[in-house]
């Protein structure tokens, strides 16, 4: 286990929630469901994984994202949408960062799918987003919609 704590943003995702949390359980001891008032099993799925789930109203993305973090166990942040499942590769690499080094975000490749086959060209071919932070250091804005991570100048980006 690494010194992450996993904040997941949930509404009725019962259909794809399992899957994601099943491909980070080996990862972490703490996973943070931020539900918005799901009516379809999400929260149940979400504490028979054992994660910490904290029901509130909709507060827009980053106001929401930020009221998980703020509940997170480690200052370390792996920031997921619920139908994001990392795969061997990332999950590995994750396991060998030094988390001392808090001057530093990870931006996390993207493997885009539609329906089982992987998008491999145009701008879903090459996706990518800061995703792994220390939120010592960096917090979503409060915007509604379009939310952005605030990475200060003096971070290091890998």
Request: proline share 2%; with cysteine.
């Amino acid at each position: 286990m690494v010194p992450v704590s996993v904040v997941i943003m949930t509404k009725d995702e019962s259909a794809i929630l399992g899957k994601t949390l099943q491909s980070v359980g080996g990862l972490t001891d703490d996973i943070v469901i931020v539900d918005n008032g799901s009516t379809d099993g999400t929260v149940s799925i979400a504490r028979s994984f054992g994660c910490r789930v904290i029901e509130t109203e909709w507060l827009g993305y980053g106001l929401t994202k930020n009221k998980g973090i703020d509940t997170a166990k480690y200052d370390w942040i792996l920031s997921l949408d619920a139908d994001e499942c990392p795969d061997a590769t990332l999950l590995q690499a994750i396991s060998h960062i030094n988390f001392s080094e808090t001057g530093v975000a990870y931006d996390l490749d993207f493997k885009t799918y539609f329906g089982n086959k992987r998008i491999k060209f145009g701008e879903w071919g090459v996706d990518h987003h800061i995703r792994l932070v220390n939120r010592q250091r960096i917090r979503w804005t409060d915007d509604k919609v379009h939310e952005q991570l605030r990475v200060p100048d003096d971070i290091q980006r890998r």
